[in-house]
């Protein structure tokens, strides 16, 4: 099994997010300390294009043993070609693993539990097994597109007036995936069919993308929400 790690070193959002400190310590360590609870450190890797962050993990005591290609280290940049850009090294080495677990450093409260959760969950008969939450965004109910004469409807059609009588709606929360290698050396992420699901609540769910978001991560780490 191969973990793999991604953190770019450019962000918009929260500039320089993933060495950023969190509690005193990088936002990145509270995933390879998740990682490294089930995990040895030789199937761990932190796919990166910057020296700063790979200066930063290697003071953690986990080698980074390259540098992400240019191409790689873009806005633009697929999540998929990262991950065949790591599992393609590793192969190179020897080392043939049929799952690759993704973790993205912006999950600081996914931890060890969650991660073997949602392992016990998966099989090599799915493409992926990957971390959700309910939704509070309902397209039965608050979510609005607006058709040909200008006017919104719900984005799913349903008669519901209330929102607890609706289906439940999960989204990703960018937490835990964990991905058949047959299936992403086959297809597209896009295209994955065969995909189960793994619960986890919104406070382990929180994701940073945003000034706001770091703020929220800083409140749930002071007062351990």
């Keep these: 099994m191969l973990v793999v790690i991604p953190a770019r070193g450019g962000s918009k959002g929260v500039p320089g997010k993933n060495i950023k400190l969190l509690g005193?310590?990088?936002?990145?360590?509270?995933t390879i300390d998740a990682a490294r609870e089930i995990f040895e450190d030789k199937d761990i890797i932190v796919s990166t294009d910057s020296e700063k962050i790979k200066t930063t993990v290697g003071s953690l005591g986990l080698e980074v043993p390259f540098i992400r290609p240019l191409e790689l280290a873009t806005d633009e940049s697929g999540t998929q070609d990262v991950l065949l850009h790591?599992?393609?090294?590793?192969e190179s080495k020897g080392?043939?693993?049929e799952t690759l677990v993704l973790l993205q450093p912006t999950s600081p409260f996914r931890n060890s539990n969650h991660?073997?959760?949602?392992?016990?969950?998966?099989?090599n008969e799915m493409d992926m097994v990957v971390s959700v939450k309910e939704t509070k965004s309902n397209p039965y109910y608050v979510l609005k597109e607006e058709n040909s004469q200008g006017f919104l409807e719900n984005s799913k059609k349903g008669k519901f007036t209330r929102r607890q009588d609706c289906p439940k709606v999960w989204e990703l929360n960018g937490a835990i995936y964990i991905i058949n290698i047959q299936s992403l050396k086959s297809k597209s992420?896009?295209?994955?069919?065969?995909?189960?699901k793994y619960v986890m609540d919104e406070v382990s769910s929180h994701d940073i993308d945003t000034q706001m978001d770091w703020k929220i991560a800083e409140l749930i780490n002071k007062n351990k929400i």
């Design 115 to 123: 991660i073997r959760e949602a392992l016990k969950l998966y099989n």
């Design 189 to 196: 992420l896009s295209e994955f069919t065969k995909i189960h």
């Design 95 to 97: 080392f043939y693993p």
């Design 24 to 30: 005193g310590n990088p936002l990145i360590q509270y």
């Design 86 to 90: 790591a599992l393609s090294f590793v």
